[in-house]
Every structure is written in structure tokens, then in C-alpha cells.
């Protein structure tokens, strides 16, 4: 067992990596294609309950536990129950938190890889003058080709080790200090040439006039499932950074905050991405294929679209890294603390193994693509396996585990205040969110 000896330097420096965590592929590619295909305005209305409602309760607990432990998640955990005088045993909430920042980081490499691909293809000028069949191809070449999909792979996850393997402050936090604002400053030059040359008025209705008639329990569970997943709760990762923390900020507020940075930065990008698709009349329900074959067929057909390709498809990998480090972070920090291996150790083993493991996700598209669990590919059969089960687990133990078996007078002191913020937390922490979690599991079944 190791205690973290390294702090965050600035609080600006810990929100900003905790945005980072949040911010991802999960906002700029998996939010627009699910807003499209669950029924635009309703399913933000219920994905933006469920923000306030669940993932903010959920990531204050988990930053709790991480101040408090100040160790890995597992470790954390496990020192806190041992000193309220309670079974070890509970350590494994924090270990279903790595194990489900472990899966997600072998398949999300994958993702990001096919990210830099398409920069790549900006950059070649392969988006320009693309058609609804070529755009379609362009992305089925890349699916079908492992050894391409290999090499973006085990670039992402080259450059996680390259900036893990230093000092927290050097490497961590310095990166989330640079990429953050580049994302941003990114990100608001899409939505602005999206409402100059796009149609942002139908964006804007599209995202904000929610049709009730199509609010149906599949689309309540699609919203509450990815707003648990857009904030980054139940993968440890608030644990582990918490670790990090001193006392000088406020949990409650710092959670609101990541939690309100998350959601403004997911819906300026639904504004900037379906202002584009609108102005161009094509289909905002294309699903998973929003950004990789709508968005580029977009592009083709503006004026100076190869720059604005490169400039998104920049921007996207930006996102991924940010939440790639956090990913990182965890499953690195638990193997120090697991087997007090050095960092440099620590990062080559996991990402390694994060590798080997992620080409199950490669083959699933191409020479594997005919294996199936459950009837799920590998690839679906992973994702599912983390979002249905591991990150509802992992948030539901997490919360339980803070508002109930933590003493009332400890989760005061580590909270930060004793005021009215405080008690609307406990109460939210230890019966609304732990509903809204049980039932995003139950339904995830």
C-alpha cells in the first residue's frame, strides 16, 4: 500500500482534469449520435435531470472517498472501512471502479485511434469531395484494416504513458492545463461556424424543445445511463484524483462545477455538430456513424471543409486524451499501490496489458467480427459489460459506501461544511441517487 505523497498544485489545476476526466469521446461523439437517435429534446431534458439528480451526488461521494483514503480506489476504500470499524471486504468498490477504467481504456484507444485516423485523412485530403457512398467507405476501409487500427491504437496509448510516467504536477495536471483550453477555444469555433454557416436556429430546437410524447423508458434509461457515464462516475477516477486533494476546496462545489462544465461542453458541441448536419440536410439519426460518416459527408459539401475536418476531428482527440489520462491514471495508481511497483513499471505493465487486451475491440470489426457474446460482439459485449454493469456498480457501492457506513461527523469534516449544501448531499447521496442508479442497473439487464 502506498499513500499519495503528490498534490495538485492549484485547485484550477484538479478542475481542470477533473473537466478533462469527464470531457470525452462521450460528450463530442457519443452525446450528439444518442440526442439523434432517442429523441433529440427529450432525451436531453432527462439526461440533464439526471446530471444534477445522480452523477453530481455520485462524484461527491467518490471525491470523499478519495480525500479521505488518499490512496488507489481499492486502498482507499479499505483504509476508510477498517477505521469506521468495518469489513475490509469493502474494498471492492473501489477495485470495480479500476477494473471498469481498465476495459474502458483498451476499447477507448481503440475509438481515439480512429479519431486520429480521420485527422489523418483531413490532413490528405481524403474528406474533400467525398458522397454519401464514399463516406461510408472511407470509414468501413478503416474498420477493415487491423494493422491501421493497430497503429492509431498504440499511438493514444504511447502518448498516456509518455505524459503518466511523470510527477503529477509535470505530467497530469500540466497536460489538462494545456489541452483543456484548447478544447474549449476549439470547440467554440465549430459552434460559431455552425451557427454562420449552419442552421443553429433547428439545432437549437432540436436540442431544447423536447417532444414529452417521446419520452419512453428505453429513452429514460438511454438518458440517465449516459449522464452517469458523461461525468465520469463509477470508474474510480473521482476517487483517485480526490486522492490527490488537500483541504482547501469545497467537494460540493467542485463536483457542480465539473458536473455543469460537462453538460455546457456537451451541448455546445450537439449545437456546433447539428447546426452543421441541419445546414446541410442530412439525417441527425445516422447513430454511431454521426461523426465518422455524416459529419465528414458535412464537410465535403463547405466551402474550406478539409480545415474544418481537421480542425474537429483535432478537437475530438483533444477530448479523448483528456479522459484517456484519467483512465490511465487510475488502473497506473492502483498498481502502485497494489504491488508498490515503481510508476515507470506501473505504466508499462497496465498499458501494455491495455494493449493486448484492446485488440479484442480491433479484431471485432474486422477478422473476428463473426464472434459473439450473447449475441454482442466483442467490442459491444465489452462496452456493455463496463456501462451496464461495472460503472453502476462501482457508483452505487461508492455512494452507499460514503453517506451511510462513513460517520456523520468524518463525512463533515471531509465535505468541507456543515451547511445546508451538506445535508442536501446526504440525503440525495443515501436515497435519490442510489434509486436512479439501482434502476439505470436494473434496466440495464
Avoid at 286 to 291: H, I, N, P, Q
Wanted: proline share 3%; charged share 10%.
Amino acid at each position: 500500500m502506498q499513500k499519495n505523497t503528490s498534490f495538485w498544485t492549484s485547485n484550477l489545476g484538479f478542475i481542470m482534469a477533473c473537466v478533462g476526466a469527464a470531457v470525452g469521446l462521450g460528450n463530442i461523439w457519443k452525446f450528439p449520435y444518442m440526442t439523434g437517435t432517442q429523441g433529440g429534446g427529450a432525451f436531453v431534458f432527462i439526461y440533464l435531470l439526471t446530471i444534477f439528480a445522480i452523477a453530481i451526488p455520485v462524484a461527491v461521494a467518490e471525491l470523499i472517498i478519495g480525500r479521505k483514503g488518499r490512496s488507489d480506489a481499492s486502498t482507499s476504500v479499505r483504509l476508510i472501512a477498517q477505521e469506521s470499524h468495518r469489513s475490509p471486504a469493502w474494498g471492492a468498490i473501489g477495485g470495480i471502479g479500476v477494473l471498469a477504467s481498465f476495459v474502458l481504456i483498451t476499447f477507448y484507444a481503440v475509438i481515439a485511434g480512429w479519431v486520429s485516423a480521420y485527422v489523418w485523412r483531413a490532413l490528405s485530403g481524403q474528406i474533400s469531395g467525398l458522397d454519401a457512398q464514399s463516406a461510408g467507405t472511407l470509414f468501413g476501409d478503416l474498420l477493415a484494416s487491423p494493422a491501421e487500427m493497430i497503429f492509431h491504437q498504440v499511438a493514444f496509448l504511447a502518448i498516456i504513458g509518455f505524459v503518466l510516467v511523470r510527477k503529477l504536477s509535470a505530467g497530469l495536471e500540466r497536460a489538462n492545463l494545456i489541452l483543456m483550453p484548447a478544447l474549449v477555444v476549439m470547440l467554440a469555433l465549430i459552434a460559431v461556424y455552425g451557427a454562420v454557416a449552419g442552421d443553429i436556429a433547428a439545432a437549437a430546437r432540436y436540442l431544447f424543445t423536447p417532444d414529452f410524447s417521446k419520452i419512453t423508458p428505453e429513452v429514460i434509461q438511454s438518458a440517465v445511463g449516459h449522464g452517469f457515464f458523461s461525468v465520469g462516475v463509477g470508474s474510480a477516477i473521482l476517487i483517485t484524483y480526490g486522492g490527490y486533494l488537500d483541504k482547501s476546496i469545497h467537494l460540493g462545489k467542485a463536483a457542480i462545477l465539473i458536473g455543469l462544465a460537462d453538460t455546457a461542453i456537451a451541448l455546445l458541441a450537439g449545437l456546433g455538430i447539428f447546426s452543421i448536419v441541419f445546414g446541410q440536410s442530412l439525417d441527425p439519426a445516422a447513430g454511431t456513424g454521426l461523426m465518422f460518416t455524416t459529419l465528414p459527408l458535412a464537410f465535403a459539401q463547405v466551402t474550406g471543409g478539409g480545415f474544418l475536418a481537421l480542425m474537429f476531428f483535432a478537437l475530438v482527440y483533444v477530448a479523448a486524451l483528456t479522459s484517456g489520462l484519467a483512465l490511465g491514471e487510475v488502473v497506473i495508481r492502483w498498481a502502485e499501490g497494489r504491488f508498490g511497483w515503481s510508476r515507470t513499471r506501473a505504466s508499462g505493465v497496465m498499458l501494455n496489458a491495455a494493449f493486448l487486451i484492446g485488440l479484442l475491440t480491433v479484431f471485432s470489426f474486422n477478422i473476428w467480427q463473426d464472434i459473439e457474446i450473447a449475441g454482442r460482439s466483442l467490442f459491444d459485449a465489452k462496452d456493455y459489460f463496463v456501462t451496464a454493469y461495472l460503472m453502476p456498480l462501482g457508483g452505487l457501492g461508492a455512494i452507499m459506501f460514503a453517506s451511510w457506513l462513513i460517520p456523520l461527523a468524518t463525512l463533515k469534516q471531509v465535505f468541507g461544511s456543515d451547511g445546508l449544501g451538506f445535508h442536501g448531499w446526504l440525503w440525495t447521496a443515501r436515497f435519490l441517487a442510489p434509486a436512479g442508479v439501482l434502476w439505470v442497473f436494473i434496466n440495464g439487464l
